[in-house]
């Protein structure tokens, strides 16, 4: 167990924006409600899940919606508590911890108000290890845990709690109410015991967050190449270096999707890169050719300050790096594959790892 | 309390479509499934809202859904077991009665299969005394009793609870939902109390509804004119016969939008009546002058057999009679008109009772 300050949630919130791979939002907001929070209540306690009783509930709390709403819409600060407690009464179980549900900019952020205003843990673990765009695609499902009984609130103080058949129908239809919720919410889903939580969790999550974060930080501070830093610290690869030409992105129900062109400057000068996404960077290609895919982590991070890009803010003329990172060895699974894999997203390539096709 | 056998639950099924105003559903398919479960599990009891004890839960079914959806999806047969059960289990209370929301074809029928299989009486009264197309039109709104907690159930198991800030909020969620759920749905809403009920239902609606079928039956029977004599039993005014020369549709979300052109024949040879709906018939105008408009009832019945017809079925070269009857009078209250009113579905008119536009 250990304590997070002001200065962990920063390095957690810019780290955790690295793994989200462009995606799970800009952690402003909720690194603003976090340290809002803290400053009311004290900062929050964070606990491995190996400290976590066999029997005791653990709680994922996520923010969803279109980044790009999530960004505009403001929250009233008592979602996350409205869902959480429309979720214990369900189960009449309290929550022992909460925990984040990926690792995303805002949504590394998530748990830590309310963890803050109940005094509550949370725990060092999320189940994607990075953001992907839909409820189904998380380590939980590999496992077979249900999403639900799932609960969502909206900022007006509506409360809905669903139990689906399938993790797929618990996205479908709290998806759908997104939109007439405003386009955002908040949910608290996957209620998971200890034991499943060992079992399915992806693990060290936020810590790994934190030193990714606070590494980029450090590196800013020590006059050291902070892009260089990052790779070195993530066992990433220098996909591309280049300056944005073209975004081109359209919202399709709550999802962000678009196509990124970037021309390469210095060792990649002459080529070209594409950069499709879907809320998160998906597919990377130079000059046709595939560099990198999902469950493989594709990150954009500004040049000078390794600073990473999300999908909802990325513009022509950013000067940027393209960094590929292995994804979770859950995910590289024929089962998680299914899940998150490059046809999951409509692509027809088989999946191959970003290790193999950077040799 | 009395039983309700099939030729009860065929007269109930035409007046309630009669009451409908063309909305509602066609009855087929409830009846179907009511008819099947009472051969299995015996007839339905129908108690008065008299017999209710006060603190009795009595909990209202109803599909919900395009008219237009519902003739085409099957339903599994347990979606209002689903919804009821999730109810009574937030509740913590078993419903000691069952109860339609609405005189419409379809909704007349919704509450009937599930009380012939948990051997539940039904209660002779409703929330509307016709058809509305939103949730959050219905008697028990003017009386501030809240919609939720409300249980929605599609056919493929999923179950979905809504907790809301208003009766509207229902509508906006519970109506959304339905469109990821096929289009269709089964609700399980507005919980009263037995001396809730007392106070805020349309009383001896079903009895009324099954009154208004059987006088049209047995006018065929009896060589009567099925039009005037349903006029009579209704306290009506015929309020145009002629031949449909256009019918105008579309479905906007969850609801059915259209207008309709008739052609006077007989007495009304050359005028012209236009109908609006939306679901409903809402107002009926003669050469352009109105002659019956929401929360009054408009209904289109066949001239021959004085056979309801609803939104969804009609069709050019039909030959009809149109029947304005006086809405319920908690309706024809200032705050009644504010929920149903001309104004409430988007016209500039005042309401005037259909008794003073036709005296």
Known sequence: MRELGKQQIEDIALGATVL???????????????????????????????????????????????????IEKLANGNEAKDALKMLEEKLGKKAFALMPIEAGGMNSMAPLALAA?????IVDSDAMGTAYPQLQMVTFTLHDIPSTPLAQADEKGNRVLYETISNLWSEILAGNAIIPMGGAC????????????????????????????????EAKNNSLNPVKTLIEKANGHLLFEGKIT??????????????????????????????????????????????????????????????????????????????????????????????????????????????????
Chains 1, 2 share one sequence.
Not at 117 to 121: A, Y
Not at 196 to 202: C, E, H
Request: hydrophobic fraction near 40%.
């Open 246 to 359: 073209d975004v081109v992105r359209n919202t399709e129900g709550r999802f962000l999707k678009g196509l990124i062109k970037v021309e390469g400057l210095n060792d990649f000068s002459d080529s070209k890169m594409d950069i499709d996404f879907q809320n998160e960077f998906l597919m990377a290609k130079v000059n046709g050719k595939t560099v990198a895919m999902v469950p493989d982590l594709i990150t954009i991070v500004d040049t000078e300050t390794a600073k990473p890009i999300t999908t909802e803010t990325i513009k022509y003329g950013f000067r940027i790096s393209v960094i590929g990172m292995p994804g979770n060895e859950q995910w590289r699974t024929e089962k998680g594959l299914e899940i998150v894999g490059p046809n999951a997203f409509g692509y027809s390539e088989e999946y191959q790892p970003v290790e193999k096709l950077n040799q």
């Open 186 to 217: 908040v949910i608290a889903c996957y209620p998971v015991l200890g034991k499943q939580l060992k079992k399915a969790g992806i693990h060290d999550i936020v810590t790994y967050s934190e030193e990714i974060g606070s590494a980029i930080r």
């Open 20 to 70: 989200g791979t462009g995606g799970g939002g800009d952690p402003y907001l909720g690194k603003l409600m976090a340290l809002n929070a803290m400053a009311e209540y004290g900062n929050v306690k964070m606990i491995t899940h190996e400290e976590v009783p066999d029997d005791a509930l653990v709680v994922p709390i996520a923010f969803m919606g279109a980044p790009v709403i999530l």
């Open 117 to 121: 205003e109940l005094g509550l843990p």
